[in-house]
């Protein structure tokens, strides 16, 4: 049985309940609930999770609660009594914060191997790579081609007033993709720089939103977005998601990636400490890293598999970009760095 529960901060009331109960019948290997927190974007086929409880005797529940950032935030806050077994979509941005405090207890999972070696940034184990991406600035093809513009080709180019009165980008500290992204002008300019462009973007016009699916849905002009922006900070596998119900498929999607101020995403998941069903989440990551798992991650999570092998569907193939030479920084930089910086940023942009 899955239960959902979904909140936009993280603090549902009926979550919170689904979540106290996971005691009353967590047990052991092989039976008891399993309470899963992930953010809200995230998703299992059905049939698929109806087969691991019948492998496995165990049932899950699935906690959403709003962004990644949002979700590490309460985790940590409840460590001592987390309010699941396991967490997915910790990310690059949010890893360093998370083991700085603990969320994770160390178990490297027996699929392991099967994942891409540069996804592996802990080798304590605490978190399991299970999907990678990147945040990249997204246009809509079709605005610019009307205007008889060519779309920024570098963040260089987005400090051009032309082009920052153009862009909506998320708030870094209620945001993953908005964080993310605040990580890759650090990792372009360094710390002496960064902050220069973005004083240069919020002069030029530039537009700040709550998170993703404001920005994507409410002030994005391209695909299914309903605004009049046609540039907005989003995912090197957006455009997939714009042409996949299109049948054939068309030789070009109403939606473009600018490779060059792309980050690299990766998304783990991990055992909380203080689980009630350790074993359960265990269990959990497994699934996570199975075969059958792993091939509904592009069209179900509009990412990347963690698993090597994993053969990638038409649309991905054709629409969605994998940067050859992506924004990285490592986690200690980004713990270390990242409460200045978005401190710095809200100074900055909302003054």
Known sequence: TVVVACGDDGTDDDATEGSSSAGDDAGGEGGGEVVVISHDSFGIDEELLARFEADTGYSVTLQQGGDAVEIVNQAILTVDDPQGDVLYGVDDATLGRALDNDLFVPYEADALGSVRDELVLDDEHRVTPIDHGA???????????????????????????????????????????GLAF????????????????????????????????????????????????????????????????????????????????????????????????????????????????????????????????VALPEVFERFAVVPDDPYVLDADTIAEGRDRWIDEWTDEVLR
């Open 182 to 309: 605040v990580i890759a002008t650090v990792a372009e300019y360094g710390e002496d720089g960064w902050l220069d462009w973005w004083s240069d973007v919020a002069d030029g016009g530039a537009t700040v939103a709550s998170d993703w699916t404001e920005a994507y849905y409410g002030r994005f002009s391209g695909g299914s977005g309903e605004g009049d922006l046609p540039l907005v900070v989003s995912y090197g596998s957006s455009p997939p998601a714009e042409v996949m119900e299109m049948d054939p498929l068309p030789e070009a999607g109403p939606t473009g990636v600018i490779e060059d101020t792309c980050v690299r995403q990766i998304e783990f998941a991990g055992v909380l400490a203080n689980a009630e069903n350790p074993e359960g989440a265990q269990a959990f990551i497994e699934f996570l890293l199975s075969p059958e798992f792993q091939e509904t991650v592009p069209l179900n999570l509009f990412v990347y598999p963690a698993v090597e092998s």
């Open 135 to 177: 945040v990249c600035v997204n246009y809509d093809a079709e605005w610019f081609e009307a205007e008889g513009m060519e779309p920024p080709a570098s963040l260089d180019d987005l400090r051009s007033p032309e082009y920052a009165e153009l862009l909506v980008v998320e708030n870094p500290a209620a945001s993953s993709p």
